[in-house]
């Protein structure tokens, strides 16, 4: 019977009442050690079973934080085995075959997680994705969770619904007392409830153990109440045989569960054999339990870590050593080495580096951080020490594990460093504890290190070193000597290898000097099948930089596929940017919003801000062209206010776009004009080198529409020789459509509506809007209506309302009258429209959802919904509109 948790029982029982009528949920239950979490978790699982409901459970267990997926496959072995148990799998692609599993269960489902604070860090990110994804669902997650600073972090990160368990009410723990040990006399009993405080588990321990001794057990009272509880169940295994004590401890130290290898470490620890009949005292004692498995279980947890605890540390290292000649598996052993290694060993220190990196491939990060800083710790060479607790930081921050990357780099301090692992060291700060944006103030160091990297011969980490420094160059406007001298040092690596990286630095450092070469450097790498799915990601990046939207999005689309079916979604987060970025910039609203819709969830997953505000200002650009002016201003001073107290300037230009079209858009376009030209503007703080390439054609219709035709004279003559340098496809179609406005002539306008636009179709729609609205005021109706019918057309499919209204008024005004299309696609939600998109597209719901990270379920309640908004009955009445409406 649960005493004293009425609010607590109450709010379980509602989770599981909502579960079985397919509105799902999670909820975790902390608290202080003792305090009630196994109880009530034991109380849902009964509540489960009477409502019908399949319960799966697992426990978190301190030796197998460093195994990954040790607690998801524990949970879900009777169902799927090998869940988890594939080479490379990430936490969301296990996440996503999570609900897919819980898909296929006929009957409602709870699953029940003892001890998360003890899982290991891959099965805790696979539930945390999953609870968030259960509305759909008749499946309830419930987790206890013993509170420490590290639970709190992961709560907040994971944003789950949580219950804290407060101390027993005075009369509660009374009756709780009264219950476990009656006979107690009112003195003693009074003694055991000030000591207890409350807490359940010091009351049933605490209770019992002064019902068989008396005073005794309560006299050390200045210690913690966790601890006197520990020491009580250390009293318990003192009174067993030394064989048995032994047995227990092994038990504890043992990252596995199995009775068989249990018995066989412990008669290397004993050198005299040990058998099944040494457990049967614990196991009459209530201490363990053996299942008809042969799996050991403990009583409490806080039996576990008082036997590690209370054991010397010479006993525990041999406890080790012994387990390591006993398990299976390379991984396993190599932990328990570890676990005794009594001094550096640097052939263990590299064997722990390459199991790092192993887990890192399997997107383990938190058993890759362990081993790398447990390698670190092992190594004999003092460089080799600071290079594996950079590794580790790097580590660290790839998981949004902040305090762990101050504290290594806090160890770091006056370190003997490598020329390169020092420029690392300059680096991650910034990076990751975003201490200060330094812009382009240490590039022209950083450009130092990689020569000098070069010079060693070192090519490799040249490479990679490039590789992650050169996007600051594009986005920090540092100055020609230092641009250019870096352009150089890449040129000379370039001499030395042949590497795709080489190109992606001078595509970001010199999109103009080196446009030209680069684009067909970049663009010869399409019909290469070996490149990884991050390597076309970097390769989409530095095209996009080039402004060729289209061979920039062949080779991000392809990537985005491959890291949704591997589940990595920090590049797949990266990536879904640039394009939320290309189709922003090209005037696609429909394929803009979803994507940095999706950014922005995923980037929230996964605590990465930068990533946030990224897909936030391209979000705000789609806004803006799609005429909600509101929303877009809102999000272009959110994104001021954070650029601007960063220091990050440069980025400011993407504010500015913003707010240029807003301005258009609302009929104050000499208002645009003046925001477009700051990005134009050397001397302004939001001006941009590059991204003002892309902004010809809204500065040229604006200017149009103003009568500013000197500004945009002026702008003309300084870009179009950077045209023939760099043969920026976004720059030339810019181009194009302001030397048209300026001449004002129809052969201008058949001029540029000649050139191949198939990839730019907001701009040939903007050419022809023009050139239509222009024959209108010349009085040759007839010819301009077909240029306008086809602007209204495109302008509808792109989602760039205020254009399509404008060609429509046009249109009127040479008298036909074309209807605005009953637009049911902007009916739907983002997701929706991703979901009817590749609905349309073919795809299965399973399908989908394994694309988008969701519950089959979530996706199959979200096409209910949305047929009748866009008025379909079928898949099929569904592809067909979205091929008319968003392609």
Not at 129 to 144: G, I, K, W
Not at 528 to 552: K, Q
Not at 639 to 649: R, Y
Request: glycine share 8%; with cysteine.
């Amino acid at each position: 019977m649960i005493v004293g948790r009425a609010i607590q029982t109450g709010a379980l029982t509602t989770l599981l009442d909502e579960a079985v009528h397919d509105r799902g949920g999670a909820l975790v239950l902390r608290g202080e050690a003792g305090i009630g979490k196994s109880a009530l978790l034991g109380e849902t699982r009964v509540r489960a079973a009477e409502r019908g409901m399949r319960v799966l459970t697992t426990t978190g267990v301190q030796a197998e934080v460093h195994l990954p997926y040790a607690g998801v496959q524990q949970l879900f072995q009777r169902v799927r085995p090998d869940l988890g148990t594939a080479a490379g799998e990430s936490p969301f692609q296990v996440g996503v075959e999570v609900l897919s599993l819980l898909s296929t269960i006929d009957e409602p489902v709870l699953l029940a997680v003892e001890d998360a604070q003890w899982l290991d860090r891959a099965s805790w990110d696979v539930l945390a994705f999953v609870a968030r994804r259960l509305a759909a669902d008749p499946v309830a997650l419930v987790m206890t969770a013993r509170d420490n600073a590290d639970v709190e972090r992961l709560l907040a990160a994971a944003a789950l619904p949580h219950l804290r368990l407060e101390p027993l009410e005075p009369s509660d723990a009374r009756a709780l007392l009264d219950q476990v040990a009656p006979e107690l006399s009112s003195a003693l009993a009074d003694r055991v409830l000030a000591e207890a405080a409350g807490n359940p588990l010091g009351l049933v321990e605490l209770g019992g153990m002064a019902a068989r001794t008396g005073q005794t057990v309560l006299s050390p009272s200045s210690l913690p109440l966790s601890t006197r509880v520990e020491q009580t169940f250390v009293g318990l295994v003192d009174q067993l045989p030394a064989q048995t004590r032994a047995l227990l401890l092994v038990a504890a130290l043992d990252d596995g569960d199995d009775l068989d290898e249990v018995l066989a470490a412990t008669a290397r620890f004993l050198d005299r054999p040990a058998t099944a009949d040494d457990v049967e005292p614990a196991v009459a004692g209530r201490l363990i339990s053996v299942d008809e498995q042969y799996q050991v279980r403990f009583r409490h947890p806080l039996m576990r870590s008082a036997l590690r605890q209370s054991a010397a540390v010479a006993q525990r290292r041999r406890v080790h050593a012994c387990l390591a000649e006993i398990v299976t598996g390379h991984d396993r052993r190599l932990w328990h080495r570890a676990a005794a290694a009594a001094g550096p060993d640097e052939t263990l220190a590299v064997e722990l580096a390459a199991a790092a990196i192993r887990a890192g491939d399997r997107q383990a990060g938190a058993v890759a951080l362990t081993a790398m800083e447990r390698a670190a710790q092992l190594s004999e060479d003092p460089q080799e020490r600071g290079s594996r607790l950079l590794w580790a930081a790097w580590i660290a921050g790839e998981q949004g594990d902040m305090d762990s990357v101050r504290r290594l780099l806090a160890l770091l301090e006056g370190a003997d460093l490598r020329p390169s692992d020092w420029l690392r060291l300059t680096w991650y700060p910034e990076v990751y504890l975003a201490a200060g944006w330094t812009g382009s103030s240490r590039l022209g160091i950083y450009t130092e290190h990689i020569d000098s990297m070069r010079r060693a011969g070192d090519l490799e980490l040249a490479l990679g070193t490039m590789n992650s420094i050169s996007l600051r160059f594009f986005w920090s406007n540092p100055d020609d000597d230092t641009r250019m001298r870096y352009v150089r040092v890449v040129e000379q690596v370039g001499a030395q290898v042949a590497d795709w990286r080489v190109l992606f630095a001078l595509a970001m450092a010199a999109p103009v000097e080196r446009g030209a070469y680069c684009l067909d450097g970049l663009a010869a790498l399409q019909d290469r099948l070996d490149l990884e799915p991050w390597e076309g990601c970097d390769i989409g990046l530095a095209v996009s930089g080039l402004g060729a939207f289209a061979l920039s999005n062949a080779f991000l689309t392809t990537s985005a596929a491959a890291l949704r079916r591997k589940g990595r979604i920090v590049p797949l987060t990266n990536t879904l940017t640039s394009l939320a970025y290309n189709a922003a910039t090209a005037g696609d609203v429909r394929a803009a919003i979803p994507a940095a819709i999706e950014v922005i969830a995923l980037a929230t997953e996964v605590d990465r801000p930068a990533f946030v505000l990224q897909a936030q200002l391209q979000l705000g650009m789609a806004e803006a062209l799609r005429g909600n002016g509101k929303a877009a201003t809102e999000i272009a001073e959110g994104g001021e206010k954070v650029l601007h107290s960063a220091g990050m300037h440069p980025m400011l230009a993407l504010t500015q776009r913003i707010r240029g079209v807003v301005a258009f858009v609302e009929g104050r376009p000499e208002e645009a004009v003046q925001e477009l030209l700051r990005v134009f503007d050397p001397a302004d703080v939001a001006y941009h080198p590059y991204v003002r390439l892309t902004l010809v054609g809204h500065l040229a219709e604006a200017a149009a529409h103003s009568g500013a035709l000197d500004e945009l004279r002026a702008v003309v003559a300084e870009l179009t020789p950077l045209a023939t340098t760099s043969r920026s496809p976004v720059l030339a179609v810019g181009l194009r459509y302001a030397e048209a406005v300026l001449a004002d002539s129809a052969g201008a306008y058949d001029s540029a509506l000649a050139a191949d636009l198939h990839d730019w179709p907001f701009e040939r729609a903007r050419l022809q809007l023009a050139y239509g609205a222009w024959l209108r005021r010349k009085r040759r109706a007839a010819e301009s209506r077909p240029l306008l019918r086809a602007a209204a057309a495109t302008f509808d499919a792109l989602g760039a309302t205020p254009w399509a209204e404008r060609a429509r008024s046009e249109l009127r005004a040479t008298g036909e009258s074309r209807r605005k299309p009953i637009d049911a696609i902007d009916s739907l939600t983002p997701q929706e429209q991703q979901i009817a998109r590749l609905a349309g597209d073919g795809l299965s719901n399973r399908e989908i959802a394994e694309r988008l990270f969701l519950s089959p379920r979530t996706v199959t309640t979200h096409l209910y919904r949305l047929f009748p908004k866009v008025g379909v009955k079928s898949r099929g009445e569904l592809a067909a509109l979205m091929v008319e409406g968003l392609r």
